[in-house]
T-cell receptor
Framework: SAVISQKPSRDICQRGTSLTIQCQVD?????MFWYRQQPGQSLTLIAT?????????ESGFVIDKFPISRPNLTFSTLTVSNMSPEDSSIYLC???????????FGQGTRLTVV | DAKTTQPNSMESNEEEPVHLPCNHS???????IHWYRQLPSQGPEYVIH???SNVNNRMASLAIAEDRKSSTLILHRATLRDAAVYYC?????????????FGQGTTLQVKP
């Protein structure tokens, strides 16, 4: 199993500013995943963060807007840059497991941009 | 990625069984079928998964059709705490695919 801690749990930010979300895992993992959940919607994968390499972004997400760091095998950060109200969402960190094992999620960071 | 189709919402009475269906007609032979649920204000949590045979754990049972084109998550006795969004997700064999692709899921309401 894996325990994931995310910080902050919630924040209210001014438009045009940036917020960095931290994700800490209690064990070493190869891949970490970042998801966005817009209000009333399902989860959408933003990017996959591998230690020692550039993150891989899904269609519709770019590094300039969502830069990701992965300095070691237990930690990652996601920055939401130049925020607008449309960025108001829950951002979740996950470690994926394999096709025959379970994935684990953090509790999420609820971001409100005003 | 193979797609799953679930009803948008379902209702159940407390302490009654609940059968949550999922269609995945384009599933490949090596895709595992996973179920996750998301309780209000929480991240998703794992429920159960399987490949071909029916599976049971302390939370639920998973019934997989013989042709694997559909599956059903069974909650044997729904409680109020089971009110959540349930996601049926296919996980492929290919390496580097630890990511999960979420559909819209089924919102389960449990009535006291």
């Amino acid at each position: 199993s894996a325990v994931i801690s995310q910080k902050p749990s919630r924040d209210i930010c001014q438009r045009g500013t940036s917020l960095t979300i931290q994700c800490q895992v209690d064990s070493q993992v190869t891949m970490m995943f970042w998801y966005r959940q817009q209000p009333g919607q399902s989860l959408t994968l933003i990017a996959t963060a591998n230690q020692g390499s550039e993150a891989t972004y899904e269609s519709g997400f770019v590094i300039d807007k969502f830069p990701i760091s992965r300095p070691n095998l237990t930690f990652s950060t996601l920055t939401v840059s130049n925020m607008s109200p449309e960025d108001s969402s829950i951002y979740l960190c996950s470690v994926g497991g394999t096709r025959n094992t379970e994935a684990f999620f953090g509790q999420g960071t609820r971001l409100t941009v005003v | 990625d193979a797609k799953t189709t679930q009803p948008n919402s379902m209702e159940s009475n407390e302490e009654e069984p609940v059968h949550l269906p999922c269609n995945h007609s384009t599933i490949s032979g090596t895709d595992y079928i996973h179920w996750y649920r998301q309780l209000p204000s929480q991240g998703p949590e794992y429920v159960i998964h399987g490949l071909t045979s029916n599976v049971n754990n302390r939370m639920a049972s998973l019934a997989i059709a013989e042709d694997r084109k559909s599956s059903t998550l069974i909650l044997h006795r729904a409680t109020l705490r089971d009110a959540a969004v349930y996601y049926c997700i296919l996980r492929p064999q290919a390496r580097g695919t630890g990511k999960l692709i979420f559909g819209q899921g089924t919102t389960l309401q449990v009535k006291p």
